[in-house]
């Protein structure tokens, strides 16, 4: 088993390290980071067949970047993402019987958003078990909602690839139906592509005008940065997984600096 170079990460688990092997794609766990795992699983009531799984979930490419290792979380994220939709639409598709397929996109949209997952992330404590490149964490890594985001669909990936789909959905269906739950509520799965451009036409008489700004990351990672000029106005730019959903994210941003509702 040939070991490649010790990832450490400076948060309260700075002092927990993993070993990259070269078996499988996976992560040699060693006793204090496994600790830290099974305490995290204990808490949330899950099971684990492999430890080493569950660890590489939370590996940031930036740790493999300044090792030269490519062993990262963005296979399982990449899985996790198809995973979180599938839940997502089983969810909607039951709860919301009498609404149509364009509605519940929109619901879906929403709760699985980078800002809703980040949240869950965050309450799940996810953001101590990530490990990340030293700059990346100098940079403030540990806090950023894309990287939590990314790692919770990774999590619900090697759920998935540890326990099969029922285990993956009784874990994150609670969550998404709270979600689905206060979106219902609080009335908020507008189009705010639609709002803007309504009030952008009543007040301006000029319809908003989205730009790419640019695209990153690799072709099934990629990240869409859109802004939206709005009467010389502009908002962002901002991200999104596809193009669409960064121009919904760019308008939501215009909507909530022009006070629209």
């Not at 451009?197 to 000029?206: D, G, L, M, P, R």
Request: hydrophobic share 40%.
């Amino acid at each position: 088993m040939k070991q490649l170079k010790t990832l450490t990460n400076s948060s309260n688990l700075s002092k927990n390290k993993s070993v990259f092997t070269d078996t499988a794609g996976l992560i040699n766990v060693d006793p204090a980071r496994k600790k830290t795992l099974v305490s995290f699983l204990k808490n949330e009531g899950i099971r684990f067949k492999s430890i080493e799984l569950l660890n590489l979930s939370f590996v940031h490419r930036s740790a493999g970047n300044e090792t030269g290792n490519k062993n990262n979380n963005e296979r399982l994220e990449f899985l996790g993402d198809a995973i979180l939709g599938a839940v997502a639409a089983n969810l909607l598709y039951k709860k919301l019987s009498d609404k149509p397929e364009g509605d519940l996109a929109k619901i879906k949209s929403i709760v699985v958003s980078e800002d809703i997952l980040s949240a869950i992330a965050l309450e799940l404590q996810l953001d101590n078990l990530l490990i990340l490149g030293r700059g990346e964490e100098l940079s403030g890594g540990r806090g950023k909602k894309t990287i939590l985001a990314d790692a919770l669909e990774a999590f619900i990936g090697a759920v998935y690839m540890d326990s099969g789909f029922t285990e993956a959905f009784n874990f994150i269906s609670p969550y998404i139906n709270s979600e689905i739950e206060k979106v219902i509520e609080n009335r908020q799965f507008q189009d705010f592509k639609s709002l803007l451009q309504e009030y952008s036409q009543k007040k301006f008489k000029k319809y908003p005008q989205y730009t790419l700004v640019k695209k990153s990351g690799p072709e099934h990672l990629r990240i869409f940065w859109v802004e939206v000029n709005v009467n010389d106005m502009v908002y962002g730019p901002v991200t999104g997984k596809n193009k669409k959903g960064a121009e919904q994210e760019a308008a939501k941003l215009a909507c909530r600096e022009l006070g629209i509702n």
